[in-house]
């Protein structure tokens, strides 16, 4: 059986957040590039170039809580088009700290009225989840690199099983 070289294809998406855990994947780039660089396409990474392709994605690491109809429709067609989607960070697990309006009393509501339309935001802040089928969590504020690497690990076995590390036995 000829081996499969083929890269898995990539994007990373940011929606409502402060970005953080993009931040720590650029500064685990430090770490592990000369293994990624062979393993993936980076089809989609603004924060690592200026080139994006959306076309089709084995794996959406989706950062941010959805906040907008804007944000539903293009999170809805990344999944269309990806294999696999992996929320990334508290924002997209569960939706807060962007969420936190969610929890404003009548009054707090009453005094961003303006800003919530003025912006065309959605009534309430969601979590990826809310919107679309999530294959992995990856929770923290930022992620948790220990998930993310163990996440990272399991779907490099799921689709280029020649490329897991077997274990080691004692």
Known sequence: MEPN???IAIGWFSFSCCEDSTIVFTELMNDHWQEWKHIFDFRHV??????????????????????????????KHIRSISKKLVAIGACAVTGGPSAQRNNFNDEQKANIAFLVERFGALPEVLKVSDVVTVDASVPGCPMNTDIFLKAVTALIAEFRPDLATPPVSN
Do not use: Q, R, Y
Request: charged share 30%.
């Open 5 to 7: 070289n083929k890269k």
């Open 46 to 75: 603004k924060v690592l170039k200026t080139h994006n392709i959306m076309d089709a994605f084995d794996i959406a690491f989706i950062e941010g809580a959805i906040a907008s109809p804007e944000h539903v429709e293009k999170l």
